[in-house]
T-cell receptor, first 113, second 113 residues
């Protein structure tokens, strides 16, 4: 049972444009969400997070939006840069589960010069 | 730099031959995690340690064991690897339970002959 889903395995955008990566979840008990970025041959690195009490969190070029009623979150990158090309993982956790994360399958973002 | 280090980066073992993967951290984090990631799938949590307190996931096979002899080191032992155990194994740490992002190592790619 995949509780966190990233339905787009890949996304290709032009440098300078906006990248929008989407993530859906099924468990309404999730109360904290994170995005990780992974380059080839490296481990995932933390990018940005959002608590369920918020609907938006921004950090530089990265903004995460949370729509609790739709059980949907998205990561916006603007402007996109070629160095943003990586696999992006969405992850979610429940307060009652300590720090256990449930990950999505990842979306490969390619930013073309 | 403080970090999470996994050794080896690539491991080849024979079907049924025990293998041990290693993780060390210089972050002095209380929590250490082991994930299994198969190609194009989400990382799946196998177990984690909160200090010396071992927490196994319900669906982690008995074939997988872990040891944490001290704060800095954590080992993943696969007692009798099968072909289905070929995967990337990721170690991660976090400071405490709760909304602290996990810091990942670069992983060990395990192949089974």
């Amino acid at each position: 049972d995949q509780q966190v889903k990233q339905n787009s395995p890949s996304l290709s955008v032009q440098e300078g444009r906006i990248s929008i990566l989407n993530c859906d979840y099924t468990n309404s008990m999730f109360d904290y969400f994170l995005w990780y970025k992974k380059y080839p041959a490296e481990g995932p690195t933390f990018l940005i997070s959002i608590s369920s009490i918020k609907d938006k969190n921004e950090d530089g070029r990265f903004t995460v939006f949370l729509n609790k009623s739709a059980k949907h979150l998205s990561l916006h990158i603007v402007p996109s840069q070629p160095g943003d090309s990586a696999v992006y993982f969405c992850a979610a956790k429940k307060e009652t589960s300590g720090s256990r994360l449930t990950f999505g399958e990842g979306t490969q973002l390619t930013v073309n010069p | 730099d403080a970090m999470v280090i996994q050794n080896p980066r690539y491991q080849v073992t024979q079907f049924g031959k025990p293998v041990t993967l290693s993780c060390s951290q210089t972050l002095n984090h209380n929590v250490m995690y082991w994930y299994q990631q198969k190609s194009s799938q989400a990382p799946k949590l196998l177990f984690h340690y909160y200090d010396k307190d071992f927490n196994n996931e319900a669906d982690t096979p008995d074939n997988f064991q872990s040891r944490r002899p001290n704060t800095s080191f954590c080992f993943l032992d696969i007692r009798s690897p099968g072909l289905g155990d070929a995967a990337m194994y990721l170690c991660a740490t976090s400071k405490i339970r709760g909304n602290q992002p996990q810091h990942f190592g670069d992983g060990t790619r395990l192949s089974i002959l």
